[in-house]
């Protein structure tokens, strides 16, 4: 009996030994996944409010459209010579509507030296991939090749409609792919996962194939030598970015003339003309719109298919030049209706509420929602809208209840890691079927939380850059919050000032904590906004606000220089960057004295011969700091 006993007290002691450990055992789990939730939730918040730092800065610079467009037609007044105006502002000396420059390319000879890709027309698909495997490696087509194969593309795309119509069937589906950007690596990989273009697998790719990324006339290439081997079965939308004012500014005419240094003029003259000719949208199966950017409630696709596209060299509105009168008379302009039907369908985003409002956050086009959609869909007999335009964190996007969908194909587009591209399979069921994918040969190392520090490193660092250079307005508008002059307001003037004056529709409760300092009380010391930053290089004799102009337009100075720098030396001496200082000063109204603008160009690194790369300088005021705190 004791034995029992005794048998039977240790198996209720292992029993309960063994209970006791799998109840601790249990609560570790939930424990750990407990702060492993907690940590992947502020490692997505941290994500989300980065990519809406990067998103709220790049509308906001698209939304001075206005402000570049004037001060373009004002550099090319004041720049240069006025009998080269018209020929400086399309790159060329030629006529894009005549055919006197279609030999130009004749004249070029490629030299024995050359080991880049050749190009022999007609073009067939053997051309196509040998092209691919050069331009992979990162040849550089020859000049001769390029200028032939834009006067090919200009040829075929004359004899497109506005609207092109094409059809799928079970044995043809279609791919739809979004914006590219200049990110070559993105579409090397759709065509590896999908398949290159051919008759049975066609593709419409919908605008903005550049500016920002490095590879935009790669891509360019690409596309226009699969347009010309199937000119019924690939197709190119155009985009907002295919305009050659937003080229100026935003990447793509640079890299054209680093590039092409001899022929870089010409070969974006006949860019400008080309894409004035791309269509204006796809319709697939009758059922399926796809355009770049939307739709307003004005949308009439009758008219759209009607328009001469190609009179439409640009969206953006310029005053008109004198040197320009008279082919403005040989040349008529669209109508503003005209005009304003193809700003829409280029620049518009859907909107959750209904109604249709100008978009203020771009500048141009509208925003439109549900109800506008079913009444374009009804009124055709269309089944949904595919648009681009929009970054999406997952490459794509379904709005409208699933009758509007972003599809965007530049992964990495803020940063490496900051999001996935998409592309679209579609079948005659007109059901979408999405691919994402993403270029990850800077990220398949990374860990999730490396990433995204790297993403939030450089979003933080664009937004700092932004409050900078509205230092000065931030800093009266702090002052007549302070009324005792303490140096600290509450959190709630703070948001309220960093928004009125950088107007970005921030989360500034969030990022107080990445941006300034607080007191114990509460209280925002609101001059540490400006602290976070370094200076690229010591300056400290320079006029501050000299510093915080430049750096704020130093795309709109790049842009003078790409049209002064006639050799494509890339240099600028002292005596030149006086001169376009003074150009463009005077445009913006900038009272600087001439001592603040030597010691400016004092400071400047000048090369053995006296000159700098002028895209370097540029580039040391992307990450300012204010100056008396450096030199404090």
Known sequence: MECTISTMGCNASAHYSKHKYNETAIKAT????????????????????????????????????????????????????????ARTSTGSDVSPGTDSYVIKYEKIDVPDSYRGPRLSFPLDISHAKTLLNALKDRQLLHARYVLQLLCETRRVLKEKPNITHVSVSYFKEITICGDLHGNLDDLLLVFHKNGLPSENNPYVFNGDFVDRGKNSMEILIILFVFLLIYPNDFHLNRGNHEDYILNMKYGFAKEVLKKYKDHGK???????????????????????????????????????????????KTLM????????????????????????????????????QHGCTPNQRRGGGCYFGPDTTDQLLKRYNLKMLIRSHEFKPDG??????????????????????????????????????????????CTDKKKNWER????????????????????????????????KNTGRISISDWAAVMESVLQLKLPWRMLRSRLVKTDPDGKVDYMSCFCYMDTARPM????????????????DLQMIFNVLDEDRSGLISPNEFRKMWKIFSSYLG???????????????????????????????FHVVHQLENKAA
């Open 266 to 312: 010409t070969i974006l003259h006949h860019l400008q003309d080309i894409f004035s000719w791309l269509p204006l949208a796809t319709i697939v199966n009758n059922k399926v719109l796809i355009v770049h950017g939307g739709i307003s409630d004005t949308t009439d696709l009758d008219s759209l298919n009607l328009l001469e596209r190609n009179k439409l």
């Open 30 to 85: 939930v424990l750990i996944q407990r702060w492993y939730r907690c940590k992947r939730a502020q490692l997505e918040v941290r994500r989300r409010y980065s990519l809406t730092i990067f998103q709220s800065i790049e509308y906001a610079d698209e939304q001075e459209q206005t402000q570049l467009s004037n001060f373009f037609t004002f550099m090319l007044e004041h720049c240069v010579h006025r009998g080269e105006v």
């Open 590 to 620: 900038i009272h600087s004295h001439d001592e603040a603008v030597d010691k400016l160009a004092q400071s400047i690194d000048f090369n053995k011969d006296g000159n700098i790369d002028f895209s370097e300088f540029l580039e040391a």
């Open 396 to 441: 794509y996007d379904l709005t409208h209840n699933g009758k509007v969908i972003t599809i965007f194909s530049a992964s990495n587009y803020y940063e490496a890691g900051s999001n996935r591209g998409a592309y679209i399979r579609m079948n005659p069921d007109l059901v979408p079927h999405f691919i994402q994918y993403q270029v990850c040969a």
């Open 540 to 555: 400290h004799q320079v006029q501050p606000t000299l510093v915080e102009t430049l750096c704020k337009y130093r795309r």
């Open 317 to 352: 509105k310029t005053r008109k030049l004198e040197t320009d009168k008279k082919n403005q008379e040989e040349h008529s302009e669209l109508t503003e209706k005209e005009r304003k039907q193809v700003l829409d369908i280029l620049w518009s985003d859907p909107n959750k």
């Open 452 to 483: 995204v520090k790297t993403i939030e490193q450089s979003a933080l660092q664009n937004l700092q850059e932004r409050i900078f250079v509205h230092k000065r307005k931030l800093m009266d508008t702090f002052a007549k919050c302070d009324c």
